[in-house]
């Protein structure tokens, strides 16, 4: 008797213990939760779910968080510590076709749900909302239509957030700074319209590149980020004038404005200590930037990599850049800009890439990889500077 007594202590210990005794220990999943499992399964086409893929696995024979999983459910979930809650899904990229159903918001103890790199189409369930778990909500590279669900900017506990690479529109959630724990978030490659709303105050890296964004970067979008280290913005249409709080960032690193509608910079230069020391590349190429090459940007002590090209600049290329210690590629082409490039960049040993063409310039050597492709014609630099003289 007392024998039997110790043997089923034993195996409670283990199961409680994860099973590190080596006894087989049958999963207990939450009714719910296979429920929202069974749902899932069912809203994606059984066309797209082939023999080798992980949803194949998914037979409901068996507990979903049984152990071992030999056969059945090998992949694409892991279950809580105690074999009672699903809390991942990471799906393979096998070409899933189908729906996100609504019904995953019983899987409350999720932390991640990964879908990236299938072909998931309709739109984003605003139940996710319930979802209070969730750490990483990835559903990149899908074909998710319609809007952000503002409910998304409930979910107090996420810290990254991909969304990019779908047919998402619309207007960004005006409550996304509600997002307090967000670290990463990434939207770009969709159809989204609008300004930019006030952005979670613990961000890192924000990347909303290749949407049709408008409007003007407002100081309030960014107050407060003190962490911020990467803004990637390219290919929207932005306009106005990229003001000097943009580089002064404390923790700014790489900042990414190409082609948009900006018409000028305005830039102060970095106090030691402060904000824009940080700072390593900038591309403002492909704007509609006018007035002079931002001389103060030569005084960033870290800038490595510095891209104008294709804008409306006039007048000298600043002597600052060829005096920076950090500069290691500069472009410039595509201006008309006028006078001699400063010897720092063009002279014999200078290591600094990228292209100085394009522009109106005087006295380039042809030896430095810097001068090609050649000047604009004469005719053009003339009609520009309204026949005076471009020296």
Known sequence: MQSIIYLCVTIILCIHTNNKCGFLVQGLTSSSDIEALKAFKASIKPSSITP??????????????SVPRRTHFTCGLTCTADNTRINQITLDPAGYTGTLTPLVSQLTSLITLDLSDNSFYGTIPSSLSSLSKLQTLSLRSNSFSGSIPPSITT???????????NSLSGFLPKSMNSLTSLRRMDLSFNKLTGG???????????????????????????EGL????????????????????LFLLPSLQQLDLANNSFSGVEISRPVVGGGGNSLVAVNLGFNKIQGYAPANLGAYPSLSFLSLRYNALRGAIPLEYGKSKSMKRLFLDGNFLMGKPPAGLVAAGAEVSGSLGDNCLEGCPAMSQLCTPKQKPSSVC????????TR
């Open 155 to 165: 979910l107090k506990s996420l810290q990254s957030l991909d969304l990019s690479q």
């Open 226 to 245: 003190n962490q911020l280290e990467v803004v990637e913005l390219s290919d929207n249409a932005l306009q106005g004038i990229i003001e000097t709080w």
């Open 382 to 389: 003339k009609q520009v500077y309204r026949g005076r003289p």
């Open 196 to 222: 930019l709303p006030k952005l979670p105050p613990n961000l890192l890296d924000l990347a909303i590149k290749a949407n049709s964004l408008s409007g003007v970067l407002q100081k309030t979008t960014f």
């Open 52 to 65: 080798w893929s992980c949803i194949a696995s998914w037979n409901f024979t068996t507990d979903p968080c």
